[in-house]
């Protein structure tokens, strides 16, 4: 009697089926869905199988550009045979020639493609106990066929929930069980990377470097202390050279204007010339030949350039700080400055024959100079005619005699708006340091009970300058090690017993470095960290507007019953309801692809010293936003919206309609993963934004040669220098890939076989995106691969949070006890992989440490390593344009450049440039 009762429910259901238009339900909005985005796909796909074989500048990068020559870009496969010919590409062979990263990123496609697979395999029983259910008051209302075989079928206090229950069991266990096998994977092919040769495998970053460690020289000294004097290759404090960078920026500029007017004068045969003003404003002037004029401007640069890395390189000489501590503050820039410079005028002198600094540090970049240290310098001390009016005695190291500093003309200077005058009274064994400048008086006083004193300060205004001399060193720098086992123990050492300081971090690679954060202090990070967690935090607040707007859109029936004027607008135009239901997931992707241009913003102000860092920490905020925003404020925005009429007309059934519409919300998630692939994916084959830009490039930029034609202008790239693929952006996506699948595929079956489908094309697309077209730049050893298997476990709880939220508005007795215990197993899951197994993929074990020193002993040599750690403005004395001439004539004193046949330097053919 009851499976004839059923029999006859299921009857009528498909006889109300049948009368019923279901064309804003379920079924139809996914086949609109696909029927639109899904033939916009199939148009950009067909084209790119056609394009990619035709025009191999763009589409094969890897194989056209020598210097990014890829063996596996070699084959271009045919039109049709590439979709499955780049499945039998082992990682191997993808890890040795596209990098770490892009073998860890096809991973995750992989991955995410098994557990929908495991989705379509719970469906083949849970459809069936979702569809056959029996109808009440709660369901009698679900109509559509995609629906029917949903969560949202199921009655309340339905025991047919344990299919749920169990299929979430089934999920989850899978996927835990993923998690540890990609980690054996991940850990293999990570420790595989540390041991590569690369600097950054030999180097590390130290910061919060104390004051008695700050040179170079130090710095060694104490690691190869703490190891031995041959495991420690070189050491590099980074010093604050705002004046020589900004030179050396304005030296690249005119070498790269001068290579030009060379290759305008090689094509037309006429010397470039261009008016000269004969002065500043003036409205007259003369041509003259612009590569003369211009070289003589570069040779200027070079010598300011050559002649302020040299000062700085003697000030920072490792040599020079050879001594001791002592030694080496009395050799600091800061301490020259004031016996040259503070101690000038008058008559007194000094009858002690030692100065004691009191405990005193100095702000920003300055040396600090702490506890008591006794200076001793020669008598008389004269520099350019400027009197110290000090007269010490005491015995002088030679190499401080010969140094001489250039500070005190600096500070000279800075002062030049006052005078300066001390004053000493051994009677009262006070001491005052005047500086009258030209904002007023400034007295500073420190009495001492030993009857020796020194300034406690000097003027503001002297000091701001005084912070802008090159030269000064920062609290980080670099140190090299000359084998695995040594880089990888320093690592994993406390070096020191106050936080925040001697910190030692694996290094980036030398291009990767941000040298403007390097040296930040930890108070300056603090508050970037806070500012950037509070400007986040506001965003996602505000973007909660927007967010739920879109959602709203979706559902425009439930638009119609809150707002009645819609009604009208959806009855004049009836085109209006299908549109704005196929434009919410457009929306939505357009609302994705603004966020990384927003928080990469909030991201710099955490001062990251590297690139991989910055784009880990973007990772980090776009995944919470794809889990908070457009995955939760979707769902409770859309599920609310479509329950609300039905909430307002009998508030007790607020329960029964939220556990209805929630599992129903999967066909929105549907509709954005879809959108999301298809345009996303079809306009990164075809790679539309970078044609354009090409495009730009090549028509307003210079491309008189090949050189110039591969090189970016401002900011635009040509087809041959591709960016970096943007991992951060595009694995944030996939975070919202796997929430849909945790939460939609035991609620909503069909929700596997969209994702499956979704993650193949990704597969499929990304391959040949990595092996074809991005370089292996800047890898990061796979780094954002452990960010994502965090967060993807944390998505597993709150998918598993939410599906229990689901059963107990199911009103299932039985359901969520036996739920629960699944949330407890992933919290120790997640707990035990958290102990170790990230640990491990961090640093190389001693075992394969000393196994690649030992193969390397006998070959192993530096050049790979030697010197990158130095920064970039401090490297190269002198630049020339490379089409410049030979270099036997740049070191004469009449540098010539080439002239091109048929032209003659002295005649009168010309152009304006």
């Known amino acids: 009697m009851e499976d004839l009762k059923m029999s006859d429910m299921m009857d009528h259901r498909l006889l109300d089926e049948e009368d019923i238009p279901d064309e804003s339900e379920m079924g139809s909005v996914i086949r609109q869905t696909y029927k639109l985005y899904g033939t916009i796909?199939?148009?950009?796909?067909?084209?790119?199988?056609?394009?990619?074989?035709?025009?191999?500048?763009?589409?094969?990068?890897?194989?056209?550009?020598?210097?990014?020559?890829?063996?596996?870009?070699?084959?271009?496969?045919?039109?049709?045979?590439?979709?499955?010919?780049?499945?039998?590409?082992?990682?191997?062979?993808?890890?040795?020639?596209?990098?770490?990263?892009?073998?860890?990123?096809?991973?995750?496609?992989?991955?995410?493609f098994k557990v929908s697979i495991l989705g379509i395999f719970n469906s083949i029983y849970l459809m069936p106990v979702y569809g056959t259910s029996p109808e009440t008051s709660d369901t009698e209302h679900i109509i559509d066929r995609l629906?029917?075989?949903?969560?949202?079928?199921?009655?309340?206090?339905s025991s047919r929930v344990l299919a749920t229950v169990f299929a979430a069991y089934?999920?989850?266990?899978?996927?835990?069980?993923?998690?540890?096998?990609?980690?054996?994977?991940?850990?293999?092919?990570?420790?595989?990377?540390?041991?590569?040769?690369?600097?950054?495998?030999?180097?590390?970053?130290?910061?919060?470097?104390?004051?008695?460690?700050?040179?170079?020289?130090?710095?060694?000294?104490?690691?190869?202390?703490?190891?031995?004097?041959?495991?420690?290759?070189?050491?590099?404090i980074a010093v604050t050279i705002p004046n020589l960078e900004q030179k050396v920026a304005s030296r690249d500029a005119m070498v790269t204007n001068i290579e030009h007017l060379i290759n305008v004068?090689?094509?037309?045969?006429?010397?470039?010339?261009?008016?000269?003003?004969?002065?500043?404003?003036?409205?007259?002037?003369?041509?003259?030949?612009?590569?003369?004029?211009?070289?003589?401007?570069?040779?200027?640069?070079?010598?300011?350039?050559?002649?302020?890395?040299?000062?700085?390189?003697?000030?920072?000489?490792?040599?020079?700080?050879?001594?001791?501590?002592?030694?080496?503050?009395?050799?600091?820039?800061?301490?020259?400055?004031?016996?040259?410079?503070?101690?000038?005028?008058?008559?007194?002198?000094?009858?002690s024959d030692s100065v004691q600094f009191a405990p005193e540090v100095l702000v920003g970049d300055s040396v600090a100079l702490d506890g008591i240290l006794t200076a001793e310098t020669e008598a008389g001390f004269q520099d350019e005619g400027i009197e110290t009016g000090i007269e010490l005695t005491g015995s002088v190291p030679s190499e401080m005699k010969k140094k001489r500093s250039n500070s005190a003309g600096s500070l000279k200077g800075t002062l030049t708006s006052g005078t300066k005058h001390v004053k000493k009274n051994s009677t009262t064994g006070t001491k005052h340091v005047r500086n009258v400048s030209s904002q007023g008086t400034k007295h500073v006083k420190k009495l001492s009970s030993h009857g020796t004193h020194l300034a406690h300060g000097i003027a503001s205004s002297g000091l701001k300058l005084l912070m802008k001399e090159d030269g000064l060193p920062r609290d980080a720098g670099f140190v090299t090690f000359t084998n695995l086992k040594t880089t990888m123990s320093a690592l994993q050492i406390i070096h020191h017993h106050t936080p925040f300081t001697m910190q030692v971090q694996e290094a980036p690679l030398p291009e990767d470095i941000y040298w403007a954060n390097v040296g930040i202090s930890n108070k300056k990070k603090q508050l970037g960290n806070l500012s950037s967690i509070g400007l986040t935090t506001l965003t996602c607040l505000f973007w909660t507007i927007p967010v739920s707007f879109v959602a709203s859109l979706s559902s425009v029936s439930a638009l119609v019953e809150l707002f009645p004027f819609v009604e009208d607008w959806v009855d004049r135009c009836p085109w209006l309801e299908p549109l704005l239901q196929q434009l919410a997931p457009l929306l939505v992707m357009v609302l994705i692809s603004l966020l990384p241009v927003i928080l990469i913003t909030f991201a710099k102000m955490e001062a990251h010293i590297a690139a991989s860092t910055l784009e880990a920490s973007l990772f980090t905020k776009l995944a919470i936003f794809m889990i908070i925003q457009t995955f939760f404020v979707s769902i409770i925005s859309g599920t609310i919206l479509e329950s609300l009429q039905g909430i307002i007309d009998d508030p007790m059934s607020a329960v029964t309609l939220l556990a209805t519409a929630l599992p129903a919300q999967s066909a929105y998630f549907m509709q954005i993963i879809s959108v999301q692939t298809?345009?996303?994916?079809?306009?990164?084959?075809?790679?539309?934004?970078?044609?354009?830009?090409?495009?730009?490039?090549?028509?307003?930029?210079?491309?008189?040669?090949?050189?110039?034609?591969?090189?970016?202008?401002?900011?635009?790239?040509?087809?041959?220098?591709?960016?970096?693929?943007?991992?951060?952006?595009?694995?944030?996506?996939?975070?919202?890939?796997?929430?849909?699948?945790?939460?939609y595929s035991v609620m909503a079956p069909i929700t596997a076989y969209i994702l499956a489908f979704n993650f193949f094309l990704l597969s499929m697309g990304y391959r040949n995106q990595l092996i074809y077209v991005y370089p292996p730049t800047n890898d990061s050893g796979g780094k954002l691969w452990s960010r994502f298997i965090q967060i993807t476990m944390v998505c597993m709880l709150v998918a598993q949070i939410t599906l229990a939220g689901v059963l107990l508005l199911k009103k299932s007795i039985i359901g969520v006890p036996l739920f629960c215990p699944l949330i407890g197993i992933t919290i120790l899951f997640k707990r035990y992989v958290e102990q170790k197994h990230f640990y491990v993929t961090n640093h190389l074990p001693s075992v394969e440490c000393i196994k690649m020193d030992l193969k390397n002993i006998e070959t192993m040599e530096f050049s790979f390593v030697r010197g990158k750690y130095i920064q970039p403005a401090l490297q190269v004395k002198t630049s020339w344009p490379e089409n410049f001439g030979p270099a036997r004539e740049m070191a004469e004193e009449d540098i010539g450049y080439f002239t091109p046949p048929g032209s003659d330097a002295g005649d009168n053919q010309s152009i304006d440039y």
């Open 265 to 351: 004068e090689e094509v037309t045969g006429k010397a470039p010339k261009h008016t000269q003003r004969l002065a500043p404003g003036s409205m007259v002037g003369k041509k003259v030949n612009s590569i003369d004029h211009y070289t003589g401007s570069l040779k200027k640069l070079n010598n300011e350039v050559s002649a302020m890395i040299e000062k700085i390189e003697r000030e920072n000489d490792p040599r020079s700080y050879e001594f001791d501590l002592l030694e080496a503050q009395k050799n600091s820039v800061l301490y020259q400055s004031v016996q040259k410079g503070v101690w000038m005028g008058g008559d007194s002198s000094i009858e």
């Open 147 to 157: 629906q029917s075989v949903t969560l949202s079928n199921v009655p309340e206090g």
């Open 678 to 743: 298809f345009i996303g994916l079809g306009l990164e084959l075809l790679r539309v934004t970078p044609l354009v830009i090409a495009y730009l490039r090549h028509k307003f930029g210079p491309n008189l040669t090949e050189k110039e034609r591969d090189k970016s202008w401002m900011g635009l790239y040509p087809l041959s220098n591709p960016k970096e693929f943007e991992h951060a952006e595009v694995l944030a996506e996939m975070i919202l890939y796997f929430m849909v699948t945790f939460v």
């Open 170 to 236: 089934i999920l989850f266990g899978y996927t835990m069980y993923l998690i540890l096998q990609e980690f054996e994977w991940f850990t293999k092919n990570r420790h595989k990377f540390l041991s590569t040769r690369k600097p950054n495998n030999y180097t590390v970053y130290v910061g919060g470097v104390p004051t008695e460690y700050r040179s170079s020289a130090k710095l060694l000294d104490y690691f190869r202390e703490c190891f031995s004097y041959e495991n420690v290759l070189e050491a590099h």
């Open 41 to 112: 796909f199939l148009i950009l796909f067909t084209i790119f199988c056609v394009v990619r074989q035709r025009f191999p500048k763009a589409y094969n990068v890897r194989n056209s550009v020598e210097s990014l020559h890829c063996s596996l870009a070699e084959d271009n496969h045919g039109y049709i045979s590439w979709m499955w010919e780049l499945f039998f590409v082992s990682d191997d062979e993808i890890f040795d020639q596209c990098g770490m990263d892009a073998v860890a990123f096809i991973r995750i496609m992989y991955f995410g």
